[in-house]
């Protein structure tokens, strides 16, 4: 009979107490797990998904962090636009390899998922690096004005499919639905990235929806104040608003045509030829007052080291404690049973069990408990991120992957296991130093 | 010879801090095989005496030798594997484990000799003492006799030389007392294992062939 079973009958012979224990420790290494995965799934999204590209450049009004939180995770509503003349200005950059436009701000009809304008070009790239998009058999990318691509999660959600057809919100506002039907095109594999989440509309389609154009003498305005900005600024040219008919005006049934004066956009995902040319080209725009241009890795290490970091440590630390409290649970439990078990103990010393040998037993128990609760807790923890993944992606619009492990899970098992020894050396010494013939007298 | 005690002294240090003489015993023998009931009154210090013969209590002065070995001498963890193979113990209050069942009880013997847990043997120590239907009952769901049956195969579980039994049928009724006695006698006989065993009961030390008084041999405090 192995000291693990002897430990684990005596284990069993304490039912309710060792199970209180093991349920505590259960308890603290679920809450561990779940914080350990959230955080991993955090983490892991706050740091891929920026790296796709080297500069966000959007309007000057709202922060940097706000910019990258709005144009990568499609967190928040956007505060402000640029004009779309913007966009095409950087497009022709010579530093630039590519220029993504972002139009967003509409949503889904129920106002779950967020629609997102852009160009066809936008899916040739790498949304991280050595990862291009791909969209599941029977679907392409964008293509046609009204075309549509969606998220994984989207069409999940939605029970939407190629062929699918939707209008879109206008604003997030559910009672102000555009009367525009978009197709959906393609379905995207699933990336682990808010594009799963996202609607991408073709930015032709976008313009085409009544509204989404700048009010005439508001963009006249903007543009004379990006002119006096803009040192090269070109005289209007020959579809300028002011020779061109107004919405009113227009032929019954034509599409809905916006100038290009009027339209906007609301970021725009920038590729340089070269890191360098990032930096020197983020610094030129930020000398001007209306646009910014913000380095997205750096903005989300800032929010990993400020804010989620913060969060992470605070979590860990309360983990941490939970952890401790389960093992001195353990600690109390088995110490407290060492009374009634004096007897016990005195007979397998004289039996002929060593001092060393009943230590063992004790640390034993302490160990199983916690490996059983310990494994129980794991399975828990994963349980409960399974649960709340839905509840988190809903209210915060982060991805949570329930079947996620971590790295540092394979290591939590062992060394609480590790740490249950020790503490159940405690105990284990008071078995080691029983006086056998008393106790057997007692 | 199975059991030689030479001047062995005991003594506890009481509350007060004087000493309290409880063994001084010159000499005492047991033959291989032989059964001796030893007769003594209650706190005449003879389950001192077995404890300090199964070296779990350590004499003041003097040598023990079981089997050929002074146990005195031994240092402690070879003392405890000593004890579990070559002596087995019967209590007075059995003292099976309640977590453990009939032939659980009898494993956990073998468990500290370092050697394998011999299912086998187990099983057919407890059928030699009638418990062959019994050998998953935990010691709640058996009689006293039962369980003082069990505790007799777990004694003899390693094969020992010597097995001591401290008033074994004390806690049985009378009914059962001459059965236990009998088969703890003839399983001795049978395993060829010397028997020492303690009682202040006429009765019992009654069946034995050769019966000593441990007042005629152990003399603490040089009353003799």
Redesign the interface.
């Known amino acids: ?2 000291l693990f079973a ?1 430990a684990w ?2 284990i ?2 304490r039912a309710l107490a060792s199970s209180l224990t093991g349920l505590s420790v259960a308890l603290g290494v679920a809450l561990m797990v779940t914080v350990l995965v959230l955080n991993g799934v955090v983490t892991r999204l706050f740091s891929q998904s920026a790296t796709g590209f080297d500069l966000v450049i959007g309007p000057a009004k709202g922060s940097p962090m706000q910019l990258v939180l709005n144009t990568i995770y499609f967190v928040d509503q956007p505060i402000d636009n640029l004009p779309f003349k913007e966009y095409l200005k950087f497009k022709k950059h010579p530093s630039i390899a590519h220029a993504i436009p972002f139009a967003l701000g509409d949503t889904t009809q129920d106002a779950r998922f967020r629609i997102v304008g852009t160009i066809p070009e936008y899916f040739a790239l790498e949304y991280v690096p050595g990862h291009k998009f791909e969209v599941e058999p029977g679907g392409r990318f964008l293509s046609e004005p009204l075309d549509a691509v969606i998220g994984a999660r989207v069409a999940r959600a939605q029970g939407w499919s190629v062929g699918s057809q939707f209008p879109i919100a206008h604003g997030g506002n559910v009672n102000d639905v555009h009367d525009q039907k978009f197709t959906v095109r393609g379905v995207l594999r699933p990336t682990g990235t808010p594009s799963d989440r996202a609607v991408f509309i073709h930015l032709d389609g976008f313009y085409e929806i009544p509204g989404h154009e700048k009010p005439l003498e508001e963009a006249l305005a903007r543009e004379r104040a990006f002119a006096g900005d803009i040192a090269n600024h070109q005289p209007p040219a020959a579809d300028h608003p002011q020779h061109l008919p107004q919405a009113e005006t227009r032929d019954a049934g034509a599409p809905h045509r916006i100038p290009d004066e009027q339209k906007e956009v609301t970021a725009i995902l920038v590729q340089t030829k070269t890191r360098t040319l990032a930096i020197l080209l983020q610094a030129n725009v930020n000398e001007r007052p209306f646009a910014q241009a913000v380095n997205p890795i750096e903005q989300i290490g800032k929010l990993l080291r400020n804010v989620v970091g913060n969060i992470r440590t605070m979590l860990v630390v309360m983990t941490v404690l939970i952890i401790i409290v389960s093992l001195v649970g353990i600690l109390v439990s088995i110490y407290n049973s060492m009374a009634d078990r004096r ?2 103990i005195a ?11 009943v230590l063992s037993i004790i640390v034993a128990e302490a160990v199983l408990l916690c490996a059983v609760g310990g494994s129980l807790g794991l399975l828990l923890g994963h349980g409960m991120v399974f649960v709340a993944a839905p509840i988190v992606e809903a209210r915060s619009d982060l991805l949570i992957d329930p079947w996620s492990f971590e790295a540092a899970e394979a290591v939590l098992l062992p060394a609480l296991i590790l740490l249950a020894g020790l503490v159940g050396l405690v105990p284990g010494f008071t078995a080691y130093r029983a006086d ?2 008393r106790s ?2 007692e | 010879m199975s059991l030689a005690l030479r001047d062995v002294r005991k003594s506890f240090r009481e509350p007060g801090g004087g000493l309290l003489p409880i063994l001084d015993i010159r000499t005492f023998d047991l033959l291989a095989g032989e059964q001796v009931a030893l007769l003594g009154p209650s706190g005449g210090g003879k ?2 005496l077995l ?1 300090v013969i ?1 070296g ?2 350590l004499p003041d002065d003097g040598s023990v030798t079981v089997d050929g070995t002074d146990i005195v001498r031994l240092p ?2 070879a003392r ?2 000593f ?3 070559k002596i087995g ?1 019967v ?1 007075q209050t059995f ?1 099976l ?4 069942t009939a032939l ?1 009880n009898v ?7 370092g050697r394998r ?1 011999d299912r086998k043997r187990a099983q057919e120590l407890l059928g030699q003492v009638g418990l062959g239907h019994r050998l998953h009952h935990r010691p709640t769901m058996l009689s006293v006799g039962e369980q003082q049956r069990v505790a007799v195969a ?1 004694a003899l579980a ?1 094969s020992p030389t010597l097995l001591l039994a401290d008033e074994p049928t004390a806690n049985v009724d009378p009914a059962n007392q001459s059965t236990i006695l009998n088969l703890i006698r003839t399983a001795c006989r049978e395993h060829q294992v010397s028997l020492l065993m303690v009682t202040h009961s006429l009765d019992a030390a009654g069946q034995f062939a050769r019966v000593d008084r441990l007042t005629e041999f152990n003399q603490p405090g040089g009353a003799g």
């Open positions: 009979m192995s002897i009958k005596s069993r012979q007897r016990e007979v397998m010393r004289a039996l002929g069990a060593s001092r060393t040998t056998v013939a057997l007298t | 389950t001192t404890n199964a779990i209590t402690e963890a405890d594997r004890r579990a193979l113990f209590f003292n484990l309640a977590a453990f659980e494993l956990l013997g073998m468990s500290f000799s847990a777990r390693n």
